[in-house]
C-alpha cells in the first residue's frame, strides 16, 4: 500500500508542459502496485485529458492554464484535469460518442480511450467557469495478463 498524497500543478495551454505532467504522473504512481499495462493506461489518459483541456478547454490560449490534480490513496489515484472553457454536456456526448473505429476521422476518441482505460471518468463544470475531468483507477496489484 502507497501512503495517501496530492499533487497539484497548474502549466500553460501549451504542448511543450505534456511531458512534464506524463512524468508527474510517473512519480505519483510509482511504487503503488499497478501493472506494467495499468500504469500505460494512466498515462495515456492524463495525457489525453490534458491535451483535450488545452486544446478544446482553453483554445490554445496561453493566458489560459489547465490544473492537474494527482491524488494517491491507497487502493487508487483519482486524477482531476480542469481548464478554464465553457464545457460541454459530458452524458449527452455519450449519447452519442464517435464510432473509435472509424479510421477515417483523425480525431473523437479521447473519451472513448479515457472510458476504456480508466476505472471511471466523469466531467464536472467549474463553479467560477472550466470543467474538470475526473480520472479514477483502482490499484490492480501489478500482476500482469497472459497475452
Same mark, same amino acid.
Given at each position: 500500500?502507497?501512503?495517501?498524497?496530492?499533487?497539484?500543478?497548474?502549466?500553460?495551454?501549451?504542448?511543450?508542459?505534456?511531458?512534464?505532467?506524463?512524468?508527474?504522473?510517473?512519480?505519483?504512481?510509482?511504487?503503488?502496485?499497478?501493472?506494467?499495462?495499468?500504469?500505460?493506461?494512466?498515462?495515456?489518459?492524463?495525457?489525453?485529458?490534458?491535451?483535450?483541456?488545452?486544446?478544446?478547454?482553453?483554445?490554445?490560449?496561453?493566458?489560459?492554464?489547465?490544473?492537474? /490534480?494527482?491524488?494517491?490513496?491507497?487502493?487508487? @489515484?483519482?486524477?482531476?484535469?480542469? !481548464?478554464? $472553457? %465553457?464545457?460541454? &454536456?459530458?452524458?449527452?456526448?455519450?449519447?452519442?460518442?464517435?464510432?473509435?473505429?472509424?479510421?477515417?476521422?483523425?480525431?473523437?476518441?479521447?473519451?472513448?480511450?479515457?472510458?476504456?482505460?480508466?476505472?471511471?471518468?466523469?466531467?464536472?463544470? /467549474?463553479?467560477?467557469?472550466?470543467?474538470?475531468? @475526473?480520472?479514477?483507477?483502482?490499484? !490492480?496489484? $501489478? %500482476?500482469?495478463? &497472459?497475452?
Amino acid at each position: 500500500m502507497s501512503e495517501e498524497m496530492m499533487i497539484a500543478l497548474e502549466f500553460p495551454s501549451s504542448y511543450q508542459w505534456l511531458n512534464m505532467i506524463d512524468l508527474v504522473c510517473g512519480e505519483v504512481t510509482a511504487e503503488m502496485g499497478f501493472s506494467h499495462n495499468a500504469l500505460n493506461e494512466i498515462s495515456i489518459s492524463v495525457i489525453e485529458a490534458c491535451t483535450n483541456a488545452l486544446e478544446h478547454g482553453n483554445k490554445c490560449c496561453p493566458d489560459c492554464n489547465v490544473r492537474a /490534480v494527482f491524488r494517491r490513496l491507497p487502493d487508487r @489515484i483519482v486524477i482531476e484535469v480542469t !481548464d478554464c $472553457g %465553457e464545457g460541454f &454536456d459530458f452524458h449527452e456526448y455519450l449519447k452519442h460518442i464517435p464510432d473509435p473505429s472509424d479510421i477515417h476521422k483523425k480525431r473523437g476518441r479521447g473519451i472513448y480511450i479515457m472510458k476504456a482505460m480508466m476505472d471511471a471518468l466523469d466531467y464536472e463544470r /467549474v463553479q467560477d467557469g472550466g470543467m474538470k475531468v @475526473i480520472l479514477e483507477k483502482m490499484v !490492480d496489484g $501489478g %500482476e500482469e495478463e &497472459d497475452e
